[in-house]
């Protein structure tokens, strides 16, 4: 993946355009590359983590480090085929934290969460997707840097297509709607009780 480009990249900018000096490459905004398609990104903790869609399996989150190479084209999701290990192998690519395996949810928005308003979500990702209408939360390991097992689902198939996720100041968190206009939504959700 070239360099010349910047497809398929995390671009590190200052808020008056200017490129920071200590990006990787002097005068360059790329701060990774290897990316497909990324829809949601949060920092949070010190941490920049991204969803992504992959193009029919692998929706990917990933923590993204300084000069990482996460490796599309070459490698979709994890390294587990010989040519993607082959690859990662030789060009030190980062795998997600977490895949979709063989399926493809259509990650898209995703917020951390640390409030004491829903202590169930505290230390999650929290993420919605388009094609599978669901809104996840992640937990997060203790340093931040894996999610530990499987995601919680919540209100599949409820509101439709979730494009978006939002978290107030006071930690009540919204959710909005990808649909058809004029039916989209911003609404206000909370955990299911069990």
């Known amino acids: 993946m070239s360099n010349n480009?910047?497809?398929g990249k995390i671009l590190r900018i200052n808020l008056d355009?200017?490129?920071?000096?200590?990006?990787?490459?002097?005068?360059?905004?790329?701060?990774?590359?290897?990316?497909?398609?990324?829809q949601g990104m949060v920092y949070a903790n010190g941490k920049l983590?991204?969803?992504?869609?992959?193009?029919?399996?692998?929706?990917?989150?990933?923590?993204?480090v300084q000069s990482g190479n996460y490796g599309w084209p070459n490698v979709n999701g994890p390294c587990d085929t010989p040519s993607e290990i082959t690859f990662c192998n030789a060009n030190s690519t980062i795998q997600p934290i977490f895949s979709s395996g063989n399926v493809t949810w259509?990650?898209?928005?995703?917020?951390?969460?640390?409030?004491?308003?829903?202590?169930?979500?505290?230390?999650?990702?929290?993420?919605?997707?388009?094609?599978?209408?669901?809104?996840?939360?992640?937990?997060?390991?203790?340093?931040?840097?894996?999610?530990v097992g499987q995601p919680t689902l919540y209100y599949t198939n409820q509101f439709g297509r979730l494009r978006d996720i939002a978290i107030s100041p006071t930690g009540k968190v919204y959710i909005c709607t990808n649909n058809v206009s004029p039916s989209d939504k911003i609404i206000e959700i909370t955990p299911v009780v069990d």
Request: charged share 20%; net charge negative; hydrophobic share 30%.
């Open 49 to 64: 983590y991204v969803s992504s869609h992959g193009p029919n399996i692998e929706d990917e989150i990933n923590l993204i």
């Open 106 to 147: 259509a990650f898209c928005g995703l917020d951390y969460y640390n409030s004491d308003t829903y202590p169930r979500w505290k230390n999650n990702l929290l993420m919605v997707s388009l094609k599978n209408q669901t809104f996840y939360s992640f937990k997060l390991s203790e340093d931040r840097n894996t999610i």
């Open 17 to 38: 355009g200017t490129i920071p000096e200590d990006n990787p490459t002097a005068g360059s905004p790329i701060w990774s590359k290897g990316h497909r398609n990324p």
């Open 5 to 7: 480009s910047i497809n």
